[in-house]
């Protein structure tokens, strides 16, 4: 990781609790917040609740969606004594600092933003005020921790991108150099971006109307199994180099797959299975998914049994976020000339 000069580096990352995390998320996200726990810095991991009400939503759903993605960070591996794990809405700091943050970005810097444009759809009038801030409050998340790194996908490259910006014309604005540290994006490589099942030209997803399309992380191993026998492939047999993948999408995903779940290059899955036909490979790719994934599923069910615990791991990381949070937040309001006088 690059040094950003004055601050200590901090990870921080988010995911929507919107529910159906898949084997993209997981490869994707989940697998590298587990990663980064092992090194020299400090991480928190949040489930962003208020990022999931910009969209119109079911508040029991949300709250079952809210345990179970916690759920899922804990199956994964992120674990409370080496990670912060929390939910957003549980540290007011992010909220406070976004209103600051709302009166620092530009509306021309939010009009830019192709995702809103994507989310708000058609009826753009008829979208919500949040949806529109979404960067802002995703600004906030991030600056509230002073967070230096953030692994994201390719997709939020550009609230990224607007983070800096409001970390910048804030410390400048306010006369107050090098308060924030401008983050910096840690992009998903292509090896990790998992692609649909059914078409690997598009990213896998959970809106996917076809639920082949993806591996749940609450797949069962029969599940697990037949989604990638049906997998989109082509009639040749797997190459031995990777130039042999250019132009086969649905090849080239399975392979990206196996070497990501083996944690080995692709090369050294081309040099075992080249030459051999879909029907040789596909099995291999199962057991090795199966072997992977169910054992999460598993977990999972084990922790949403006793969502008390769930609760309790909330609490704790919400108390411990919360900590470095509010004086942040704090000090962001008395640097803006907002008197604050309760101790
Ligand atoms: N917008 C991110 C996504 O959809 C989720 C998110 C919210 C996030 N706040 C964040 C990611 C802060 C990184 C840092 O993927």
Redesign the pocket.
């Known amino acids: 990781m690059g040094e950003t000069v004055g601050h200590e580096r901090r990870v921080?990352?988010?995911?929507?609790p919107t529910g159906n995390l898949h084997l993209g998320n997981y490869l994707g996200a989940v697998k590298r917040f587990v990663e980064m726990q092992e090194q020299d810095v400090q991480t928190l991991y949040?489930v962003?609740d208020l990022?999931a009400i910009t969209m119109p939503y079911d508040p029991r759903a949300l709250r079952h969606a809210t345990r179970e993605l916690t759920a899922a960070f804990l199956a994964c591996g992120l674990d409370p004594a080496k990670s912060i794990l929390f939910n957003q809405s549980q540290v007011p700091a992010h909220a406070e600092l976004t209103w600051l943050f709302n009166c620092v970005a530009r509306i021309g810097w939010l009009n830019r933003m192709t995702q809103f444009k994507d989310k708000a759809g058609k009826n753009r009038e008829a979208a919500s005020v949040g949806i529109y801030a979404?960067p802002v409050?995703?600004a906030a998340?991030?600056l509230v921790y002073k967070a230096t790194h953030?692994?994201?996908?390719e997709?939020?490259k550009q609230?990224l991108e607007l983070a800096r910006d409001i970390a910048s014309k804030f410390n400048l604005d306010f006369g107050a150099p090098d308060f924030f540290p401008l983050p910096e994006p840690m992009i998903e490589g292509a090896a990790t971006r998992v692609m649909s099942l059914r078409d690997g030209t598009k990213k896998m997803s959970k809106s996917d109307p076809s639920d082949l399309s993806r591996i749940n992380l609450t797949d069962d191993a029969d599940a697990i199994a037949q989604k990638i026998r049906k997998a989109q492939t082509d009639p040749e047999p797997l190459p031995s180099e990777e130039e042999g993948l250019e132009g086969r999408p649905g090849a080239a995903n399975l392979v990206a797959i196996y070497a990501a779940l083996a944690d080995m290059p692709k090369a050294a899955v081309l040099a075992e299975f080249g030459g051999q036909p879909f029907s040789a490979f596909k099995p291999a790719l199962a057991e090795l998914a199966v072997a992977k994934v169910a054992p999460i599923a598993g977990r999972m069910r084990e922790h949403l049994a006793d969502p008390a615990h769930i609760d309790a791991v909330l609490a704790d990381g919400a108390e411990r976020a919360e900590a470095i949070a509010a004086p942040v937040a704090r000090d962001a309001y008395e640097i803006a000339g907002l008197l604050r006088t309760r101790r």
């Open positions: 921080f990352s988010g995911v929507q949040c962003v990022h979404y409050l995703m998340d991030i953030v692994p994201v996908g997709d939020q609230h």
